[in-house]
């Protein structure tokens, strides 16, 4: 069992950046991903991370643009958003998965936070 804590999110202008951060308790040896839903539309995956963070994986719409990272000395992963358009903006949700970071449907994850709101303005 994992639970997860989102923090971090907020409004920022478009170009802009943020870190979002994802507090893990519990079992914590998981690959790890970060998932969005705007308003209007389906929950979409953005990033995911392996256990160790030596495995990443992005959406299009993201690459380059967002860094997924750990840090499991303090069971928290991160994603740096920055050059932040409007379209990011989401409810941003972490989860964890016992499948693996390169499975990247919201059914291969078994856990989830409550997520944080990002809001960028134009």
């Known amino acids: 069992q994992v639970q997860l804590v989102e923090s971090g999110g907020g409004l920022v202008q478009a170009g802009g950046s943020l870190r979002l951060s994802c507090a893990a308790s519990?079992?914590?040896?998981?690959?790890m991903g970060w998932f969005r839903q705007a308003p209007g539309k389906e929950r979409e995956f953005v990033a995911s991370?392996?256990?160790?963070?030596?495995?990443?994986y992005y959406a299009d719409s993201v690459k380059g643009r967002f860094t997924i990272s750990r840090d499991n000395a303090k069971n928290t992963a991160y994603l740096q958003m920055n050059s932040l358009k409007p379209e990011d903006t989401a409810v941003y949700c972490c989860?964890?998965?016992?499948?693996?970071?390169?499975?990247?449907?919201?059914?291969?994850?078994?856990?989830w936070g409550q997520g944080t709101q990002v809001t960028v303005s134009s």
């Open positions: 989860a964890a998965t016992r499948r693996g970071a390169y499975y990247t449907g919201i059914y291969d994850y078994d856990s």
């Open positions: 519990g079992r914590t040896f998981y690959d």
């Open positions: 991370i392996s256990r160790s963070g030596s495995s990443t």
